[in-house]
Nanobody
Framework: PVPLVESGGGSVHTGGSLRLSCTVS?????????VAWFRQAPGKEREGVAA????????FYADSVKDRFTISQDNAKNMVYLQMNSLKPEDTGMYYC??????????????????WGRGTQVTVSS
């Protein structure tokens, strides 16, 4: 088993929906652990999309996706999901699942995370 594995990416039209899944290893799936979704488009910096604290109700969202995306967890399956609705071309990018190693930074800081999946591609066309 690898630490983090993403799936669910694909190609959709503007306004479509996708659900991304992240399977998290037992070692990382612990109460209070931050698991986040980041994305990166060609030529752009990697940016935080959403995050959740495992086994809590705490969630975080980037302003650009708030009210369109929902992050959730299934503790019985060690999985974190990202439901993406009303997709726009600007949502296009490689989406990564990550688990943090420090808790004192903002959730969207890249240096808070030291475990990353390989990514799943999301493409939204006009």
């Amino acid at each position: 088993p690898v630490p983090l594995v993403e799936s669910g990416g694909g190609s959709v039209h503007t306004g479509g929906s996708l659900r991304l899944s992240c399977t998290v290893s037992d070692a990382l799936y612990t109460t209070g652990k931050r698991v986040a979704w980041f994305r990166q488009a060609p030529g752009k910096e990697r940016e935080g999309v959403a995050a959740v604290l495992i086994n809590t109700d705490a969630t975080f969202y980037a302003d650009s996706v708030k009210d369109r995306f929902t992050i959730s967890q299934d503790n019985a399956k060690n999985m974190v999901y990202l439901q993406m609705n009303s997709l726009k071309p600007e949502d296009t990018g490689m989406y990564y699942c990550a688990a943090d190693w420090v808790s004192y930074t903002r959730w969207y800081r890249l240096n808070a995370y030291d475990n990353w999946g390989r990514g799943t591609q999301v493409t939204v066309s006009s």
